[in-house]
């Protein structure tokens, strides 16, 4: 069984679907797909978003203490022992 793991959004993002998920996920599009499931739209605020946010910061740490940055490449690889996983929106031409 998969360990729940602690999912927050930041930002507007959070604002409007919640800042804190607890989630059974091996992945950060596992996640975003189980907080669709629950508050519908999610995903397509996300699209909708791109000209004031044009990417998502995404912050993983494992429960072996490791800390990452997630490129939009890597978000439907899965990893065990996730701990958490942090999504923060990133206004357009913020550095």
Request: charged share 20%; with cysteine; aromatic share 6%.
């Amino acid at each position: 069984m998969t360990a729940l793991a602690t999912v927050t959004l930041n930002g507007a993002l959070g604002k409007k679907f919640g800042r804190k998920w607890q989630l059974a996920v091996e992945s950060v599009t596992e996640a975003l797909q189980l907080i669709e499931a629950n508050k519908p739209g999610v995903n397509a605020w996300m699209r909708a978003n791109m000209a004031k946010f044009d990417r998502y910061h995404i912050k993983v740490e494992r429960h072996d203490g490791s800390i990452s940055e997630v490129s939009q490449q890597e978000l439907c690889m899965t990893s065990a022992g996730l701990k958490s996983i942090t999504i923060t929106p990133v206004i357009a031409g913020a550095g």
